[in-house]
């Protein structure tokens, strides 16, 4: 007799009535189907998820699996979850904001060798090469995992997890944080290895952009309800068609008529690096780089996976203890000559994958953002009446004002980057670097996010330095571009 399932869930609700879902869950995964799990930031995807790997047990109905010809029944061994929120691990919260750049602090921090020589490996000698050498593995087995780029991350918990040859690989928002050539190399791996009939692939997916060919089904979920099942291309011509681009204008509009900050540097040159090099052991990760931005300048910087953009910009947001060493001047002023990290700090925006992992405070969303009036990632100093009033604005300008008070932790990881761009942007920054920042938001956010961001650097005299690996994701105000090639 044919299998008819792999995975079926019949009238699903959770029982802790805070990772619930609003109305009961019927669906069922057919053994030869792949899936994309969409919907907007906050939509309850993850909830669904974690519904379907059995994290939290149900109040009503039931859940089954068939993962034959698998020789386990287990949950544990037939399923493998990667939540990508640029996570180091289970000992995530042993690592904190800045670690990466502090060699001294890094003795007892594993290899990426000594962590995937302890996952019981399934594949044989040839496949487990294919596997290293399809993600360019072979030169970061002996780094720390603490350095790994964001990009380099996702290339180690995909492979970690391919090792175990699991019968079902979930994995949400896979392609963020990849350049454009590992996006294209993964695409092309997870086609081959649903081909296979061994691996049934489940992705959770901000961008229908990134929706494979080898999906054969959508599953929407919306409002914390699960819509049915629907064929691929019959789901995407029906979002294509009403599919609206919005003008933003009004917000446009009344980020434009924000009064003008006077800063207090004279300098127009923001940022100066003369013949900057870094190394970290044996690797060079910058080599003899000369680069200027001058005030009013907005620059793109590109380079692969691993090529040091996040390096740079630690240098620029004196995160980096190597700025002392190196010529390096910060609004006129050179690195080392008796400015504080706070007195940098105050003129500069940012936001990274880095610092999102670094915020595991469970805070009002509110205090994140106001945060960024004092560069904390806490709020040790509360923040006048006048000052929370600007926050509620910048969040009412990325969309959730209706998150204010909710629990940081405990929103979505769409809606926690949104909170982290108010927070860039609440102390109406010189310079604004952002980092990936479009990371994890859906099509209508990514919009919303990037008209802000225009709107803002129109301003007189902001300077924008922004990494992204998706060249539609550039704002049209970009007129400097820095390229980084890997050293390897």
Not at 218 to 229: D, H, I
Not at 357 to 368: G, H, T, V
Request: charged residues 25%.
């Amino acid at each position: 007799m044919t299998r008819q399932y792999t995975i079926r869930m019949a009238g699903g609700v959770a029982r802790n009535p805070l990772v619930r879902l609003a109305k009961p869950v019927d669906l069922a995964i057919a053994a030869d189907e792949h899936i994309a799990i969409v919907g907007p930031n906050g939509a309850g995807k993850s909830l669904l998820v974690d519904m379907l790997t059995g994290k939290y047990p149900l109040r009503d109905g039931s859940l089954a699996y068939d993962f034959s010809p698998s020789p386990t029944a287990t949950v544990y061994d037939n399923i493998k979850y990667i939540a990508f929120r640029d996570t180091y691990g289970s000992a995530d919260a042993n690592y904190y904001y800045q670690q990466r750049w502090n060699a001294h602090d890094q003795e007892e921090v594993p290899t990426v060798r000594e962590l995937l020589g302890k996952v019981p490996d399934k594949l044989d000698g040839q496949a487990k090469r294919a596997l290293l050498d399809m993600f360019r593995l072979e030169p970061l087995l002996d780094k720390k995992i603490i350095l790994l780029s964001s990009g380099e991350l996702r290339k180690f918990q995909l492979a970690k997890s391919l090792l175990t040859s699991p019968r079902v690989l979930i994995m949400d928002n896979p392609f963020i944080g990849l350049d454009a050539a590992t996006r294209a190399s993964l695409g092309e791996l997870l086609e081959q290895l649903a081909g296979t009939g061994k691996l049934q692939i489940i992705l959770v997916l901000s961008m229908l952009d990134d929706v494979p060919p080898f999906i054969t089904h959508v599953v929407p979920v919306a409002g914390k309800v699960v819509g049915p099942k629907v064929e691929r291309q019959t789901y995407l011509d029906a979002f294509h068609a009403q599919d609206t681009v919005n003008p933003w204008t009004s917000l446009q509009q009344s980020i434009a008529e924000l009064p003008y900050t006077h800063t207090n540097y004279t300098s127009d040159e923001v940022v100066r690096l003369n013949h900057v090099s870094i190394r970290y052991d044996d690797r060079t990760i910058l080599k003899d780089l000369d680069w200027t931005v001058m005030r009013g300048d907005k620059w793109a910087l590109s380079g692969e996976n691993g090529a040091g953009k996040s390096t740079l910009l630690s240098l620029v947001c004196a995160d980096n203890p190597q700025s002392y060493a190196c010529d390096i001047s910060l609004f006129g002023r050179k690195r080392g000559t008796g400015e504080s990290i706070w007195e940098i700090k105050k003129h500069i925006g940012y936001v990274s994958p880095e610092m999102h992992r670094a915020y595991l405070k469970n805070l009002p969303a509110i205090d994140i953002v106001a945060s960024g009036l004092h560069d904390s990632i806490g709020l040790y100093q509360r923040p006048r009446e006048e000052q929370m009033d600007v926050c509620a604005w910048w969040m009412d300008v990325f969309g959730i004002a209706h998150l204010k008070d909710k629990p940081f932790l405990q929103i979505s990881s769409g809606e926690q980057r949104l909170a982290l761009l108010a927070r860039a942007f609440v102390k109406d920054p010189e310079l604004l670097i952002l980092d990936e920042p479009l990371h994890g938001l859906d099509t209508y956010n990514r919009r919303r996010v990037k008209k802000v961001i225009e709107a803002f650097c129109r301003r007189r005299d902001k300077t924008l330095i922004m990494v992204t690996h998706y060249e539609e994701e550039l704002p049209a105000v970009i007129t400097h571009r820095l390229h980084l090639e890997r050293h390897y």
